[in-house]
């Protein structure tokens, strides 16, 4: 059984940063891939970045490209996602999702097998 938890969600002003984790409960091919999607009210889950843990190759949506960062920890079971000069549309529940492995196109949901149950970041203007 695989269990990803994510935490470091919070209320922040326009402008601001945020370092949201995830953490995975093991390291095995089936999450070789682990990706962050976000949902806003009324939204379509949207898939935002995603990194290929063995090769570390990362994958950003046009939307948070140049602001968003996904990284590894050290041991390559947390990942992280730095949120930069912060937006009130970025507002959302965040996710970490895993999959085997990586598609080289744009991230879609149901390709994911694992999922976290969010954490919630809210961005006031």
């Known amino acids: 059984q695989v269990q990803l938890t994510e935490s470091g969600g919070a209320s922040v002003q326009a402008g601001g940063s945020l370092r949201l984790s995830c953490e995975v409960s093991?390291?095995?091919?089936?999450?070789?891939?682990v990706g962050w999607f976000r949902q806003a009210p009324g939204k379509e889950r949207e898939g935002v970045a995603r990194?290929?843990?063995?090769?570390?190759?990362?994958y950003y949506a046009d939307s948070v490209k140049g602001r968003f960062a996904i990284s590894l920890g050290n041991a390559k079971n947390t990942v992280y996602l730095q949120l930069n000069s912060l937006r009130p549309e970025d507002t959302a529940t965040y996710y970490c999702?895993?999959?085997?492995?990586?598609?080289?196109?744009?991230?879609?949901?149901?390709?994911?097998?694992?999922w976290g149950r969010g954490t919630q970041v809210t961005v006031s203007s």
């Open positions: 990194i290929h843990r063995p090769s570390v190759q990362p």
């Open positions: 093991r390291y095995i091919p089936d999450t070789s891939c």
């Open positions: 999702a895993a999959r085997p492995y990586c598609s080289p196109v744009e991230m879609v949901s149901s390709d994911y097998n694992y």
